[in-house]
């Protein structure tokens, strides 16, 4: 069965700091993977998407992610957080027939 | 023009109320969906219409009733809520096999 876990619910970095955010991931073929942020009242807005190709995919915001497909996993990082960053991160994989299995979600605070 | 238009943005209605949510889409998605979010949780899918029929049905209560009138168009028919219902609704669009372009959704409060 298909299904995305993320193992952190909730993150602290200080502002500045370097970020990564742990997205794994059961599916039986290629999965499509997206990563999503979510502010408080707001809706999902992407940040980045694989598809295939080159496993070190560039996002909006200065994200970044790495598909491991020995690790199944697709974390998310950021080398400098900044203050407006802080929201609710979901990871999700994309399947056949309009599918889409999310994560938990892992929420994130930026301390000044 | 990359939006998904939702609307109201805000919405307190009573038991025995009947309203509609709407969403709206110029991308040229030929799938949308519903979703329901409560807070601190990931989306719950509700519905998929692809090509203007509906080809999922998570098992919601039938006093959700989608309905999709063009391919740029869905809305959800509410009726009868309870309580548990209040959470923010989301609706989504996307190409076949592509990634879901949110709406900013609709809080919804049952009183």
């Known amino acids: 069965a298909q299904s995305v876990t993320q193992p952190d619910i909730h993150i602290t970095v200080s502002e500045g700091a370097s970020l990564e955010l742990r997205c794994n991931y059961s599916?039986?073929?290629?999965?499509?993977l997206f990563w999503y942020v979510q502010s408080p009242g707001q809706g999902l807005q992407l940040l980045l998407k694989?598809?295939?190709?080159?496993?070190l995919v560039q996002g909006i915001k200065g994200f970044e992610a790495e598909f491991k497909r020995s690790q199944s996993s697709f974390n998310l990082r950021k080398p400098s957080v900044h203050w407006s960053d802080a929201a609710e991160y979901f990871c999700a994989v994309g399947a056949f027939s309009n599918q889409f299995y999310f994560g938990t979600g892992t929420s994130l605070t930026v301390i000044p | 023009d990359t939006e998904v238009t939702q609307t109201p943005k805000h919405l307190v209605m009573g038991m025995t109320n009947k309203k509609s949510l709407k969403c709206e889409q110029h991308m040229g998605h030929r799938a949308m969906y519903w979703y329901k979010q409560k807070a601190k949780k990931p989306p719950e899918l509700m519905f998929v219409y692809s090509y203007e029929k509906l080809s999922i049905n998570e098992s919601v209560p039938s006093r959700f009733s989608p309905e999709c009138p063009n391919s740029s168009l869905l809305n959800l028919h509410l009726h009868a809520l309870q309580p548990e219902d209040s959470a923010l609704y989301l609706c989504?669009?996307?190409?076949?096999?592509?990634?879901?372009?949110f709406g900013e959704g609709s809080r919804l409060t049952v009183l």
């Open positions: 989504a669009s996307s190409h076949s096999a592509g990634e879901l372009f």
């Open positions: 599916y039986g073929a290629t999965p499509y």
């Open positions: 694989y598809f295939s190709g080159d496993t």
